[in-house]
């Protein structure tokens, strides 16, 4: 198609500062936000001490270190549409594909515990980490690797590396995703947590183990793996038609991920049907919500955030059972970004998560009058001026868009 110069603009801009403003190269791994432009913008993440004592929670929510995975496998893929659509960017494509390959390899081997996916590694050491990841990091780790070891970027020994490290997560899931466990997969320091519980959860989370094992068996050939998805795909693919009624964007988007890897390994008119189902809600909240959002915005596009260690005040979490202190005997506390940051990084967020969701599923895409309205919306931010991964969904959508 004709790509437009103001088009090639943004799409350069923001494949910039996504490469040399939110990728850190001491960890090969993308940060969420950043507090200023400079050489000084990592300077807020936390301490070495801080990441060590779960501080201010050991996710890392609201520090700067919350989806490092989620963002570089993402990019990972992106980084290959991107080459086989302006092949003139192949060699750039590539090495930093090699990049984000290495830093998604650190995040399962930094800590000594096979098969667990970190959500990301201080750039202060290039080890610590929080102790608490979710199913969603590993889902687009999975992702990333699954679409790496396919493309022509790959080295051969990379493709072995990448069967090896989805193989310790599958050996990790079966051990661990088991009823005395509440079907969760422990977290560094052993404990069972909801975010990385893999059975008896909700619709848009349920196809998440069926996918690392069927990727165990892709990648391997080994039929353990694909027994063990044959064993507990039927009653996961009936929970996932199970209808919802509120949806959360980023449920929509990681839902139609994980059924379109599981369709694209296993194919089959269950997950075509549900797929076409969550796209079109997932459609409809992005044309009637977020993509408004974006279109009417009239502020500013630059917003560093706020140093997470300057709120003035944290939000306390508490367990279902109304105590402060979780069952790791640690506090989960939330220090809150500025109301702006919140309010841009949600503008540009959310409709590239959405996007992108319906233009990976199989047999969903846009209608040419949506398709021009979202290039068009692609065009309003300024991404010389972003200062977090909000950019990365909208650039990945208008890459789907064009290819």
């Not at 110069?5 to 996504?18: C, G, S, Y």
């Not at 000084?40 to 993440?45: I, K, P």
């Not at 060699?91 to 667990?116: I, M, S, W």
């Not at 069927?214 to 693919?237: M, V």
């Amino acid at each position: 198609m004709n790509i437009t110069p103001e088009l090639q603009k943004a799409l350069d801009a923001a494949w910039k500062q996504l490469t040399q403003i939110l990728f850190c190269e001491k960890t090969n791994l993308i940060y969420d936000y950043v507090g200023s432009l400079d050489e000084h913008r990592f300077d807020f993440l936390p301490t070495v001490q801080e990441v060590q004592l779960g501080y201010p929670n050991n996710k890392g929510y609201s520090t700067g270190m919350e989806d490092s995975v989620i963002c570089s496998g993402t990019a990972l893929d992106l980084c290959i549409r991107r080459a086989k659509l302006f092949p003139e960017t192949a060699e750039e494509c590539r090495a930093f594909a090699q990049k984000l390959f290495k830093g998604l390899e650190l995040c399962a081997t930094v800590h000594g515990r096979n098969g667990y996916i970190v959500r990301s590694v201080s750039p202060r050491d290039g080890k610590s980490c929080y102790t608490c990841s979710s199913r969603d990091q590993m889902t687009f780790w999975v992702w990333g690797l699954w679409h790496y070891h396919k493309s022509e970027f790959v080295s051969e020994n990379e493709r072995k590396r990448i069967a090896e490290l989805v193989v310790m997560l599958a050996e990790r899931s079966e051990k661990e995703v088991v009823p005395e466990n509440d079907y969760s997969i422990l977290t560094l320091d052993g404990f069972p947590n909801i975010l990385n519980k893999m059975d008896r959860v909700q619709p848009h989370e349920i196809l998440r183990l069926p996918m690392f094992y069927r990727t165990a068996y892709a990648l391997t050939g080994n039929e353990h793996w694909k027994q063990l998805y044959d064993a507990i795909i039927g009653p996961a693919i009936r929970k996932a038609a199970e209808p919802k009624e509120y949806w959360n964007h980023f449920e929509l988007s990681q839902f139609l991920l994980s059924l379109t890897l599981c369709n694209e390994l296993d194919p089959r008119p269950e997950f075509i049907e549900i797929s076409r189902t969550i796209a079109e809600i997932t459609k409809k909240m992005l044309c009637e919500k977020y993509l408004p959002a974006l279109e009417q915005w009239t502020g500013s596009w630059r917003c560093p955030a706020r140093p997470w260690r300057e709120s003035r005040r944290m939000h306390v979490m508490v367990t279902p059972g109304g105590s402060a202190v979780w069952p790791d005997g640690k506090l989960d506390l939330r220090p809150p970004q500025t109301e702006e940051f919140e309010k841009l990084f949600d503008v540009v967020r959310i409709p590239g998560n959405l996007a992108e969701g319906v233009l990976l599923a199989p047999e969903c895409g846009f209608s040419p009058e949506l398709r021009e309205r979202f290039l068009k919306a692609f065009l309003r931010p300024d991404y010389s001026e972003t200062c977090s991964y909000s950019l990365l969904g909208m650039l990945y959508s208008a890459l789907l868009l064009l290819r």
